[in-house]
C-alpha cells in the first residue's frame, strides 16, 4: 500500500529516514530556507514556492496556482510508489496536507475523494488543507467538486498543538 508521510519542515530529515523516503515535495515561500535530506534523491525533488494563502497574492506572497497543483500532479504520476513520498510544508498543516490529496489522487485517480479525506483526518486531527490548492486540484484533476466537498467534510483541524507529522494511507 503506499503512503505519503506529511511533515513540518523541521522534522523532513527524521521522518524520511524514518519511513525510507526517498522523494519528496516541498511547499514553502520562497524566502524561506531548508535543508533537503541526503536521502532524498535530488532528481526526485519538486519544490514549489508557494505561501500558505488561500487569496489572490498581494504583498509579494505567492498564492496557489495552477502551475502548482500542475507540478504537484505530475510528480506524483511519476512516483514509483515503491517507497513512500514525503511532502512537507513549513509547519505541516496546510499546504502539505491539501498537496498529499492531490498526489494521492493524481497517482491512483480511482481513490474515494471522500474516503481519502476521512482518512486524512484521522490521521492528523489539525490538519486544515489549504481551500484554495484542493479547489484548484479538484479542478486540475476532474473531481467534479468531490475533492471540495470531501475537505469541507472533515471540517477545520483543531488548534495547532505542535509539530505532528503524520503518515496518509490510501
Given at each position: 500500500m503506499p503512503i505519503i508521510i506529511v511533515s513540518?519542515?523541521?522534522?523532513?530529515?527524521?521522518?524520511a529516514a524514518r519511513h525510507g523516503a526517498r522523494e519528496m515535495i516541498t511547499l514553502i515561500a520562497e524566502d524561506h530556507n531548508f535543508h533537503r535530506p541526503g536521502i532524498i534523491d535530488p532528481?526526485?525533488?519538486?519544490?514549489?514556492?508557494?505561501?500558505?494563502?488561500?487569496?489572490?497574492?498581494?504583498?509579494?506572497?505567492?498564492?496557489?496556482?495552477?502551475?502548482?497543483?500542475?507540478?504537484?500532479?505530475?510528480?506524483?504520476?511519476?512516483?514509483?510508489?515503491?517507497?513512500?513520498l514525503l511532502i512537507h510544508c513549513?509547519?505541516?498543516?496546510?499546504?502539505?496536507?491539501?498537496?498529499?490529496?492531490?498526489?494521492?489522487?493524481?497517482?491512483?485517480?480511482?481513490?474515494?475523494?471522500?474516503?481519502?479525506?476521512?482518512?486524512?483526518?484521522?490521521?492528523?486531527?489539525?490538519?486544515?488543507?489549504?481551500?484554495?490548492?484542493?479547489?484548484?486540484?479538484?479542478v486540475y484533476l476532474g473531481r467534479s467538486g468531490r475533492l471540495v466537498a470531501a475537505v469541507k467534510s472533515i471540517g477545520r483541524g483543531a488548534d495547532y498543538v505542535g509539530d505532528a507529522p503524520f503518515v496518509l494511507d490510501f
Open positions: 513540518p519542515v523541521k522534522m523532513i530529515g527524521e521522518m532528481t526526485r525533488h519538486l519544490h514549489v514556492k508557494v505561501s500558505d494563502i488561500d487569496f489572490a497574492s498581494r504583498d509579494g506572497l505567492i498564492a496557489p496556482q495552477e502551475s502548482h497543483v500542475e507540478a504537484i500532479a505530475d510528480f506524483a504520476r511519476s512516483w514509483d510508489q515503491t517507497s513512500p513549513w509547519m505541516g498543516v496546510s499546504r502539505s496536507p491539501a498537496a498529499a490529496l492531490i498526489a494521492a489522487l493524481a497517482a491512483n485517480p480511482d481513490l474515494d475523494d471522500a474516503e481519502l479525506a476521512a482518512n486524512l483526518r484521522r490521521a492528523s486531527p489539525q490538519a486544515t488543507p489549504n481551500t484554495r490548492l484542493v479547489a484548484i486540484g479538484d
